[in-house]
Nanobody
Framework: QLVESGGGLVQPGGSLRLSCAALGFSLRSFNIRWYRQAPGKERELIVTSTLGGGALFALDSVKGRFFVERDNDESKVYLQMNGLKPEDSGVYYC???????WGQGTQVTVSS
């Protein structure tokens, strides 16, 4: 099971740090992806956190603003989001590809 947390309401330009925690297994052996879904839109891939600690961004609009951290000891992957914009609003999900596990999502709202 995956559990996301850290979402909330933030003003434009603000920051949030999302957390994806693994329950019952260790994240250290799996690539983890972050997705987001805005109302009325399809879920889109943001970034893949790789086993070696790298980050493969799929979304150009977040490059330089979003960063991925992996804490294998805590079995967590973090998505640090800076310079947030209203268009970043949506439900954010983490996903373990090899296990086909999705988290329940955490809501991010960027609004003044």
């Amino acid at each position: 099971q995956l559990v996301e947390s850290g979402g909330g309401l933030v003003q434009p330009g603000g920051s949030l740090r999302l957390s994806c925690a693994a329950l019952g297994f260790s994240l250290r052996s799996f690539n983890i992806r972050w997705y987001r879904q805005a109302p009325g839109k399809e879920r889109e891939l943001i970034v893949t956190s790789t086993l070696g600690g790298g980050a493969l961004f799929a979304l150009d609009s977040v490059k330089g603003r979003f960063f991925v951290e992996r804490d294998n000891d805590e079995s967590k992957v973090y998505l640090q989001m800076n310079g947030l914009k209203p268009e970043d609003s949506g439900v954010y999900y983490c996903y373990a590809m090899a296990l086909d596990y999705w988290g329940q999502g955490t809501q991010v709202t960027v609004s003044s």
